[in-house]
């Protein structure tokens, strides 16, 4: 097997036609894996890690988080844009049309070597949160799926979190503690410069944050509806987070605690991870390699 595509055909922007035109763009040797259930794209990975010349994923965050929780840190991996945001691929600079995308990677000479997350033991590619972020994906979830079996797109997950901020009545208090560092209401941990995108727009929780280096962590102490305005300000554009009185801010880090006050929801890459008491962020450098665009 000289190279693999791993398709998920419940992803958003996955179809038949579009399908049909990343392999078209990709190496005539690419063998093609759909998968149907969650966790299968880990194992698939895992499974292949070593015996192909490159790994392609078509799919969204969803997908791409469980292929880098199965990879090893050789096989070059070529991460397709499929998904309603895909976050990862974007922040990494491939083009945001699938096909595109397949092209410049099938033709890509060059790799990269980028650095990886974990949480509680559980890698992540771009980000993770504990809080706020996470009830909203989670909220997001238990609308379902749309009819054509795929997860609602952006309106919604804006909507849903303006929903979410409604029933804490728009005033959020001090629920964990960043070990060390002080306490927040909820926390934003990045391994890259982009945490998620609204339509063309790439949303910072710490611009400074890069695949390269450490974690970085924006925890706000507290949010009240004036400070909404300010909080939206922050997620375009480029304000020094290292110098807010109102956040606990972490740059770099190769390790970051979390204790909460309950159990709170905890999210990775968008993926709705549960309820924890006790978070540990592990920074997990050089860890995998991708193709560059």
Same mark, same amino acid.
């Given at each position: 097997? *000289?190279?693999?595509?791993?398709?998920?055909?419940?992803?958003?922007?996955?179809? $038949?036609?579009?399908?049909?035109?990343?392999?078209?763009?990709?190496?005539?040797?690419?063998?093609?894996?759909?998968?149907?259930?969650?966790?299968? *794209?880990?194992?698939?990975? !895992?499974?292949?890690?070593?015996?192909? $010349?490159?790994?392609?994923?078509?799919?969204?965050?969803?997908? +791409?988080?469980?292929?880098?929780?199965?990879?090893?840190?050789?096989?070059?991996?070529?991460?397709?844009?499929?998904?309603?945001?895909?976050?990862?691929?974007?922040?990494?600079?491939?083009? !945001?049309?699938?096909?595109?995308?397949?092209?410049?990677?099938?033709?890509?000479?060059?790799?990269?070597?980028?650095?990886?997350?974990?949480?509680?033991?559980?890698?992540?590619? +771009?980000?993770?949160?504990?809080?706020?972020?996470?009830?909203?994906? !989670?909220?997001?979830?238990?609308?379902?799926?749309?009819?054509?079996?795929?997860?609602?797109?952006?309106?919604? +997950?804006?909507?849903?979190?303006?929903?979410?901020?409604?029933?804490?009545?728009?005033?959020?208090?001090?629920?964990?503690?960043?070990?060390?560092?002080?306490?927040?209401?909820?926390?934003?941990?990045?391994?890259?410069?982009?945490?998620?995108? *609204?339509?063309?727009? *790439?949303?910072?929780?710490?611009?400074?944050?890069?695949?390269?280096?450490?974690?970085?962590?924006?925890?706000?102490?507290?949010?009240?509806?004036?400070?909404?305005?300010?909080?939206?300000?922050?997620?375009?554009? !480029?304000?020094?987070?290292?110098?807010?009185?109102?956040?606990?801010?972490?740059?770099?880090?190769?390790?970051?605690?979390?204790?909460?006050?309950?159990?709170?929801?905890?999210?990775?890459?968008?993926?709705?991870?549960?309820?924890?008491?006790?978070?540990?962020?592990?920074?997990?450098?050089?860890?995998?390699?991708?193709?560059?665009?």
């Amino acid at each position: 097997m *000289a190279r693999l595509l791993i398709a998920n055909p419940w992803a958003s922007g996955v179809d $038949e036609d579009r399908l049909a035109h990343v392999r078209e763009a990709l190496p005539a040797n690419t063998e093609l894996r759909l998968t149907s259930a969650r966790g299968e *794209a880990t194992d698939i990975a !895992r499974e292949v890690s070593g015996q192909v $010349e490159a790994l392609y994923v078509f799919g969204g965050d969803g997908t +791409f988080n469980e292929v880098l929780n199965g990879i090893d840190g050789a096989t070059p991996l070529g991460l397709i844009p499929g998904g309603g945001t895909s976050v990862l691929p974007r922040a990494l600079g491939v083009p !945001r049309g699938s096909a595109a995308a397949a092209r410049r990677l099938a033709g890509s000479v060059r790799s990269r070597r980028i650095g990886l997350g974990r949480v509680n033991g559980r890698r992540f590619g +771009f980000a993770c949160g504990v809080g706020l972020d996470a009830e909203i994906v !989670r909220a997001v979830d238990e609308l379902g799926r749309r009819s054509d079996g795929r997860r609602p797109g952006n309106v919604v +997950f804006a909507w849903t979190g303006i929903r979410t901020l409604a029933r804490h009545r728009y005033r959020l208090e001090p629920t964990l503690d960043v070990t060390g560092h002080g306490r927040a209401a909820f926390a934003l941990v990045s391994n890259g410069p982009s945490y998620s995108y *609204a339509g063309p727009v *790439a949303l910072h929780a710490s611009p400074t944050a890069t695949f390269e280096g450490g974690l970085d962590l924006v925890a706000p102490v507290s949010v009240r509806a004036r400070d909404i305005p300010r909080i939206a300000r922050y997620a375009v554009g !480029r304000s020094d987070r290292a110098t807010a009185r109102d956040l606990v801010f972490l740059h770099d880090a190769n390790r970051i605690e979390i204790v909460c006050d309950r159990p709170l929801p905890l999210q990775a890459d968008g993926e709705d991870l549960g309820d924890v008491e006790h978070a540990v962020f592990e920074a997990e450098r050089d860890a995998v390699t991708v193709l560059a665009p």
